[in-house]
């Protein structure tokens, strides 16, 4: 994997900060996109099929939501690819 899990958010989102938190604590860098001052971002989102925040997007998967399990999994992926 070459690129950084991307996650939209927005700013009173709890669930947002806490998957922030997870990749944070996990030395993992992110890119973050604040739906608030991202023009378009929520109707990219949408026609995504997502209506629900956080949403990470990473080389392999998609989600939303607070999703520990699939952190883990993104974070167990990268370990073994050696990155």
Not at 9 to 38: H, L, P, Q, Y
Request: proline share 5%; glycine share 8%; aromatic share 6%.
């Amino acid at each position: 994997m070459t690129s950084h899990p991307t996650v939209y958010t927005s700013d009173e989102c709890n669930k947002c900060t806490r998957t922030k938190g997870e990749f944070e604590r996990r030395g993992v860098a992110i890119t973050e996109i604040n739906i608030e001052e991202t023009p378009g971002a929520v109707p990219a989102l949408k026609a995504m099929g997502f209506g629900e925040l956080p949403v990470v997007v990473t080389d392999d998967d998609r989600w939303s939501g607070h999703r520990l399990d699939k952190i883990l999994m993104y974070i167990r992926h990268r370990t073994c690819d050696g990155v």
